[in-house]
């Protein structure tokens, strides 16, 4: 049967919304596995809006789901409507909109807040035992929500490859269990089925990023395969 995969979005750029290479490679693996895609995102304001040419804020308020709707294609539904029910997986690109408009990570860290809605969502495919896919900066979702999941956020040393690997202390300090890996590689935390890759928080091509993707993916749509 095919399988339906809900992908949450956080607006449309790096900087202040979902990585448009990450949802990208993660569209197109599901694609080629042959699962159908049903794009959501909270129909919030951002937090901010980037300048992407200065990396700087600009006086702009712009809409989450309309501006996920530039990668969904206009294809995208609110995530209050989202019904886990009818969906067999969820999985959630990185960018700084993860840590600016899904949750306040970027302002707070451990300490954050997520986003009422996208808590639900999680918790949601959780109690279901349904498999959730997190790539990027989106792990430290679980690592607020889910006491004692295992993710990856990438390496814990911090160096040029990996600047962001403080983030792995953090998920730490939350009670989690930090598991280092590679760009191309995943790690699943059986338990909670729950898939987890690093993506862009290593410097990292593009090929790399999209390999380590599409792994978290065949993952993701194996344990959709096998659930009861």
Same mark, same amino acid.
């Given at each position: 049967?095919?399988?339906?995969?809900?992908?949450?979005?956080?607006?449309? =750029?790096?900087? *202040?919304?979902?990585? %448009?290479?990450?949802?990208?490679? /993660?569209?197109?693996? #599901? @694609?080629?596995?042959?699962?159908?895609?049903?794009?959501?995102?909270?129909?919030?304001?951002?937090?901010?809006?980037?300048?992407?040419?200065?990396?700087?804020?600009?006086?702009?308020?712009?809409?989450?789901?309309?501006?996920?709707?530039?990668?969904?294609?206009?294809?995208?539904?609110?995530?209050?409507?989202?019904?886990? =029910?009818?969906? *067999?997986?969820?999985? %959630?690109?990185?960018?700084?909109? /993860?840590?600016?408009? #899904? @949750?306040?990570?970027?302002?707070?860290?451990?300490?954050?807040?997520?986003?009422?809605?996208?808590?639900?969502?999680?918790?949601?495919?959780?109690?279901?035992?349904?498999?959730?896919?997190?790539?990027?900066?989106?792990?430290?979702?679980?690592?607020?929500?889910?006491?004692?999941?295992?993710?990856?956020?990438?390496?814990?040393?911090?160096?040029?490859?990996?600047?962001?690997?403080?983030?792995?202390?953090?998920?730490?300090? #939350?009670?989690?269990?930090?598991?280092?890996?590679?760009?191309?590689?995943?790690?699943?935390?059986?338990?909670?089925?729950?898939?987890?890759?690093?993506?862009?928080?290593?410097?990292?091509?593009?090929?790399?990023?999209?390999?380590?993707?599409?792994?978290?993916?065949?993952?993701?749509?194996?344990?959709?395969?096998?659930?009861?």
């Amino acid at each position: 049967m095919v399988k339906k995969v809900a992908v949450i979005l956080s607006g449309c =750029g790096v900087y *202040d919304g979902s990585e %448009i290479h990450e949802a990208s490679a /993660v569209l197109v693996h #599901l @694609s080629r596995d042959g699962a159908q895609v049903a794009f959501f995102a909270p129909n919030v304001t951002q937090m901010h809006v980037i300048d992407h040419t200065k990396g700087q804020p600009s006086d702009e308020k712009r809409n989450v789901l309309v501006e996920s709707a530039r990668i969904a294609r206009g294809d995208i539904q609110d995530l209050d409507q989202l019904k886990v =029910g009818e969906l *067999d997986a969820l999985i %959630i690109p990185g960018g700084f909109g /993860v840590a600016k408009n #899904l @949750s306040t990570w970027a302002e707070n860290g451990k300490n954050c807040t997520v986003s009422k809605a996208v808590e639900d969502t999680i918790k949601a495919f959780h109690a279901a035992k349904k498999p959730i896919g997190l790539c990027c900066i989106s792990p430290i979702l679980a690592a607020k929500i889910l006491p004692g999941c295992e993710v990856t956020v990438g390496q814990d040393q911090e160096c040029e490859r990996w600047p962001h690997a403080k983030t792995a202390d953090a998920v730490k300090e #939350l009670g989690c269990k930090h598991i280092n890996r590679n760009v191309n590689e995943i790690h699943l935390d059986a338990r909670y089925k729950l898939v987890t890759s690093c993506a862009y928080m290593c410097n990292a091509p593009a090929h790399e990023v999209y390999d380590g993707i599409g792994k978290l993916v065949r993952e993701v749509l194996r344990l959709a395969r096998v659930h009861p």
